[in-house]
């Protein structure tokens, strides 16, 4: 690695990177995280969401109090500490071109631990350069993952600001997403009849044809500009030979008009209804909330709070509207104002999953920026 690619900034996102933390298993990355805020003088606690969550730890929530006597605007700050499940061990390193890459042929984990990284050296940096602020609130949420559960355990009233900001979106620094779809989870689980399939397949009654006639009837993938839906994982049977006698299968449904996606799902549930009728087998389906979407406007005052922020930072802000959720969809759902911004982290949850130390740096500065421009409103 070349010196000119180290700093501690990079040291520590490498450290966590290291660190496996699939939803649940969150221990050792949410343990560094306190020891880090620990070091710089700091208090913070972690709730009991691990117990509420099932997992290994909480949320770990930390207010710098203001140095300018009340003035301006107080902002949070939201990371989470989870991932997607890697496929194998994490290797991070840093190429030669300034990309830091895992090198072991699964996720990297910049999803999310970018934003820890970068929140944990803003906050050093206002503390040890005495940097006046309104007042930051810094919190680390676990099980971001699947559907949000840490910021939703969360007690938001804790909150002092009423503004916040996550660093959450895969796209170059400058977007601003100004709108997350609402999103649906499904759960199928079709009934038929076992039977040998070599000897008595008349007597048997397939829970997986019944469940494919009901994949084949549904409207997946882009259904248009503001609606998606999947079919993520499916099993079912016993045994190559026997008539498969029961067939699960999750699904989800995204959009940005909350009808839509309320219609879709119900369309979903009669197709599956009616496939199963088609070959004498019953369908268990449940529906339920996985996120709630919101929308802004670029004249709202976070929006525009993050647009001088990175203006002063010396980017270009953008504007687009994300398919996926994220721990800002919790908050604004409970009345805070809270703006997904992207962070420069590139093909997350793949392989190829990688982050260029210099936007790691450049969010740094975005942050400053963000708490200063906070300051002055």
């Not at 301006?72 to 290797?91: K, R």
Request: contains cysteine; hydrophobic residues 45%.
């Amino acid at each position: 690695m070349q010196q000119a690619l180290t700093s501690p900034l990079v040291d520590l996102f490498l450290e966590l990177c290291g660190l496996p933390s699939p939803s649940g298993s969150e221990r050792a990355v949410a343990d560094r995280v306190a020891a880090y805020l620990h070091d710089l003088g700091l208090e913070w606690d972690e709730d009991d969401a691990a117990g509420r969550l099932d997992g290994d730890a909480g949320n770990i929530y930390c207010r710098i109090a203001p140095t300018n006597g009340g003035h301006g605007m107080p902002i949070f700050l939201c990371a989470h500490t989870d991932t997607v499940p890697p496929e194998t061990s994490i290797d991070p390193v840093v190429d030669e071109d300034g990309i830091v890459r895992n090198a072991a042929g699964t996720i990297l984990g910049s999803d999310n631990k970018a934003a820890v990284v970068v929140m944990l050296e803003a906050a050093r940096r206002v503390l040890e350069e005495g940097r006046e602020h309104a007042g930051i609130e810094l919190l680390f949420t676990a099980q971001e993952e699947v559907s949000l559960r840490g910021a939703d355990a969360f007690d938001h009233t804790r909150f002092v600001a009423s503004t916040g900001y996550v660093y959450d979106q895969g796209a170059p620094i400058g977007e601003i997403v100004l709108g997350s779809p609402h999103a649906r989870l499904l759960d199928f689980r079709f009934h038929g009849a076992a039977a040998h399939a070599g000897m008595h397949p008349e007597d048997g009654r397939s829970a997986i044809a019944a469940a494919s006639r009901a994949i084949a009837d549904f409207r997946l993938g882009r259904v248009d500009e503001e609606t998606s839906a999947n079919v993520g994982v499916i099993t079912g049977g016993t045994a190559r030979n026997v008539v498969p006698e029961w067939c699960s299968f999750t699904a989800e449904v995204r959009s940005h008009d909350e009808r839509k996606a309320v219609a879709l799902a119900r369309e979903m549930l009669e197709s599956a209804a009616f496939a199963a009728s088609l070959v004498d087998c019953e369908v268990e389906a449940e529906v339920r909330p996985s996120f709630p979407g919101y929308r802004f406007r670029e004249s709202d005052a976070p929006v525009r709070l993050a647009a001088t922020a990175l203006e002063r930072a010396g980017y270009t802000p953008s504007y687009a509207l994300s398919g996926g959720g994220a721990d800002a969809n919790v908050f604004n759902a409970r009345g805070l104002q809270c703006v997904n911004l992207a962070n420069g982290m590139m093909e997350i949850h793949t392989p190829d999953e990688h982050i260029a130390v210099a936007d790691l740096e450049g969010m740094v500065v975005v942050t400053l920026a963000l708490v200063e421009a906070a300051l002055l409103s």
